[in-house]
């Protein structure tokens, strides 16, 4: 069946370091990939998607590039800061157009 | 718009009683979705619906779980007897259209404690 998986956290930075969050996943054919970040007492919000193979999804300094040959979609920055700190999770659309969603990814930037 | 609207937002109860925790989806999303966030399992889909019709309850826990969408603008998510182990962040989301590219918009969550 579809899945995602990516790497555990929680990751800790100091502010301004480059930031990388592996997310791998199984699917059949060529789902849609997300990015969605949730921020401290607050829902999930998409920070950025992918429709189709070498698609980059890019937001608020963020990106992520959709690589079909090792169905990989890892996210990027390469200056995080103190607000960027949230649980990060990784998701596909499955074939009944509903959300797989990853563990998630706690990021704790440091000042 | 005022996005996706959920309450109450915090809610503590007692074992054994009845949690009713409710959602106003964005007007003209026509899917709506439950999900329950805890440290252990993380964020786990319970039911979705979709033109008001529940399409997949899979997710639902238990039968002490039950969820209504009586109309477009409204849904209500039932625990009778709710138990301790039932705390938890549950979300609920909304979406229009049905194509893999339209995202899910998250309200804010009711964190439900049960003692």
């Known amino acids: 069946g579809n899945s995602v998986t990516q790497m555990e956290g929680p990751v800790t930075l100091s502010e301004e370091a480059f930031l990388t969050i592996n997310c791998t996943y199984t699917a059949t054919g060529y789902p849609s990939l997300f990015w969605y970040v949730q921020y401290p007492g607050e829902g999930l919000q998409l920070l950025l998607k992918?429709?189709?193979a070498d698609d980059k999804g890019s937001n608020k300094g963020f990106e992520a590039t959709y690589r079909k040959e090792t169905t990989s979609f890892h996210l990027e920055k390469g200056s995080v800061q103190v607000s960027d700190s949230a649980v990060y999770f990784c998701?596909?659309?499955?074939?009944?157009?509903?959300?797989?969603w990853g563990a998630g990814t706690k990021l704790i930037i440091k000042p | 718009d005022a996005g996706v609207i959920q309450s109450p937002r915090h809610e503590v109860t007692e074992m054994g009683q009845e949690v009713t925790l409710r959602c106003k989806p964005i007007?003209?999303?026509?899917?709506l979705f439950w999900y329950r966030q805890t440290m252990m399992r993380g964020l786990e889909l319970l039911i979705y619906?979709?033109?008001?019709?529940?399409?997949?309850d899979s997710g639902m826990p238990e039968d002490r779980f039950s969820a209504k969408m009586p109309n477009a603008s409204f849904s209500t998510l039932k625990i009778q007897p709710s138990e301790p182990r039932d705390s938890a962040v549950y979300f609920c989301?909304?979406?229009?259209?049905?194509?893999?590219?339209?995202?899910?918009?998250f309200g804010p969550g009711t964190r439900l404690t049960v003692t």
């Open positions: 007007s003209g999303h026509n899917s």
């Open positions: 998701a596909i659309v499955d074939s009944n157009y509903q959300l797989i």
């Open positions: 989301a909304s979406r229009t259209g049905q194509g893999v590219r339209n995202e899910q918009y």
């Open positions: 619906f979709n033109n008001n019709v529940p399409i997949d």
């Open positions: 992918a429709t189709k």
